[in-house]
């Protein structure tokens, strides 16, 4: 029987709108069953071992600490210092939310933690000072984005078990990549500013010593990642360790400024074990499936099928590209990245591509496609913040996925872009 079954049925059930666990559990019964080649209790034998690994120890850190850092006063202050920097800018607001979500980033490993918390604020504050709801809302869910690009990332801890590689070295790749990103985002509402695109009143330059107080308001909570990528650099712990750190510096932190109670401690901790509980159990749905891939040679079949189509690392890699943004706009990026990743790691690696530089490309393009019609996560979280059509926020979002895409091509053609800092300070592995 073809393996190529198994992702019909997987499809067709995603199609009448099973929850996508119970979709990949689905197709991998149905398929053993008409295969007969498996028994199909061995769906649940699989399911447990899909979550014992060390790094998968990290995600409910990395979220906790995204929960505790989203509390309206952290957040109010990165949002301030930020604004000190770089607010009186042309489309100042516009860079002061770039620039806080980059900051946001080295804390939270979750685009949605970062649109969902500081997002409000930035919003709030652009609307205050003339800014239209729509671009607001479009620039917040762009630069969410780079949330779980800069580490740490919820996504590069899957990532990393998934393809085998240091999670530290992922972490480390993304540095580089999140910040031209950020960069070119800012780029962007330059040119659109000049253009009159966005026509709001300068705001004055903060004087120094306004930036120094906006700056020392802030510094508990920017000790946080520069904690994290000092110590990923340092590697005085690897990333699991750093995460349950930087989780006890997130509470103590929230607890000492007053902003953080036992109530909403409570609530901080059933959130992230609602988050971690959904990833957890996806994570264990997705592991039969993957294994009945594995089984059947599926990286084989696909080596071989694109082997006349993209002999060329990079024309691979170009293809790769399309596909997942298309995938990306179709389905949760986990889920992409769960069916995906186990399929495409050997077949990049047996192209002669570097797995750091490969993982790049694929996160990149998964994370650009959580911000694509029609199921793009990031859209719907504006719009829920913002109450906007889906149509009025892709309008909105269109003149940011030319910086986007443009990233991602830089980072296709150039792989020192991702490969540099690991190459420094990582493993040694690449």
Known sequence: MSIGYILLFFLAAAALQVPVAFALIFAAGAF???DGMFPTSVIASRMAP???????????LFVFVGAILSQGGIARRI?????????????????????????????SGVAQADAAGLGRIE?????????????????????????????????????????????????????????????????????????????????????WSGRGRAFLRALPALAAPVFLIGGLLSGV????????????????????????????LWRCGVETVVTTGVLAFLIAAASPFLWTLAMHDMSGWFARTVAGIAADPIALLLLINVALLIAGALLE????????????????????????????????????????????????????????????????VLPFYIPLVIVLLLLTFIPAISTFVPRQFGTGLW
């Open 237 to 264: 712990a690897t990333p699991t360790e750093l995460g349950a750190l930087t989780a006890l510096y997130a509470v103590i932190l929230g607890f000492v400024q007053g902003e953080l109670t036992l109530a909403r």
């Open 50 to 60: 899909g979550l014992e690994s060390f790094p998968f120890l990290a995600l409910p």
């Open 123 to 207: 919003i709030q504050e652009m609307r205050r000072a003339g800014y239209a709801a729509n671009f607001a809302a479009a620039i917040t869910a762009a630069s969410a984005v780079i949330g779980p690009i800069i580490p740490p990332s919820v996504i590069m801890v899957v990532y990393a078990v998934l393809a085998e590689v240091p999670l530290s070295d992922l972490f480390l790749a993304g540095i580089l990549p999140g910040l031209l990103m950020g960069g070119a985002l800012m780029a962007t509402i330059a040119v659109m500013a000049a253009r009159g695109k966005i026509d709001v009143a300068l705001q004055p330059r903060v004087a």
């Open 32 to 34: 053993l069953a008409i």
């Open 333 to 396: 990026t986990t889920v992409v990245l769960l069916i995906v990743v186990p399929v495409l790691a050997p077949v990049m690696l047996l192209a002669g591509l570097n797995p750091i530089h490969a993982a790049m490309v694929i996160i990149v393009n998964l994370l650009i496609g959580a911000l694509t019609p029609p199921f793009g996560v990031l859209l719907f979280v504006m719009m829920d913040i913002t109450k906007s059509s889906l149509n009025a926020m892709v309008r909105a």
């Open 79 to 107: 949002f301030d210092f930020a604004n000190s920097l770089v607010g009186h800018f042309r489309g100042g607001l516009g860079h002061v939310n770039v620039l806080a979500s980059m900051i946001f980033a080295g804390m």
